[in-house]
């Protein structure tokens, strides 16, 4: 039986477009920090993606449960999520739309910061964002070391300040002012990845 034919989009590689030969995606995308691509099963598909970004694009499967007993991701929402390269290392936080995976708000990269610092941030990013935004709406992170942090509004961190990481322990404090300051009623919730899949905020480097 014939291999069916895959289509993939590359939106961010040495090269960018809709190609139909994984030899030449594979090329293009080799050796490129943080490449973005993904495959799809007809032509149609690969050439809208390619008109919208990669988290757009990512299919809705991703969030629903192994099982069919557990509950599903709340919708309307937002997700957040960190990465890090290294730890510490150059940090990165993002927000997104839940449902449409659409980037809400995204910081960094950072030097010098860990993995919880931007879980941390993100969380309380998404915090004065919906506050902002005046949305009564959940906000997930699969961190539960960000959360307590919120939710205690303090942090337990052996990350030492230099001067490589200052801006970044210096929105670390105004986040911490921003909670003392800030009463909410934003419903925090643990993505539950077993069950969901990955983070719709997920950098999808692992």
């Not at 709340?74 to 990465?83: G, L, Q, Y």
């Not at 936080?93 to 879980?119: C, R």
């Not at 919120?150 to 404090?173: C, G, P």
Request: aromatic content about 12%.
């Amino acid at each position: 039986m014939a291999k069916k034919q895959k289509f993939y989009v590359i939106w961010s590689g040495h090269k960018t477009g809709v190609f139909n030969d994984w030899k030449v995606v594979e090329k293009l995308i080799k050796g490129f920090q943080n490449a973005q691509y993904k495959s799809f099963d007809t032509l149609n598909e690969a050439n809208e993606a390619f008109t919208k970004n990669y988290w757009a694009s990512i299919q809705p499967k991703q969030i629903k449960p192994k099982n069919p007993s557990s509950a599903r991701p709340i919708v309307p929402s937002i997700s957040v999520d960190a990465a890090c390269s290294g730890n510490p290392g150059a940090l990165e936080y993002q927000g997104v739309n839940t449902e449409t995976k659409e980037i809400l708000f995204s910081q960094g990269p950072f030097p010098q910061g860990t993995v919880n610092l931007g879980e941390f941030l993100a969380l309380v990013h998404g915090l004065a964002y919906l506050k902002k935004q005046n949305y009564s709406i959940p906000i997930y992170s699969d961190s539960r070391t960000a959360i307590a942090w919120v939710k205690k509004k303090a942090i337990k961190t052996t990350l030492e300040r230099n001067y490589q990481n200052a801006d970044l322990f210096s929105r670390v404090d105004k986040a911490l002012e921003w909670l003392q300051n800030n009463p909410f009623s934003t419903p925090i919730l643990k993505w539950e990845t077993e069950d969901w899949g990955e983070n719709p905020a997920d950098y999808g480097r692992k």
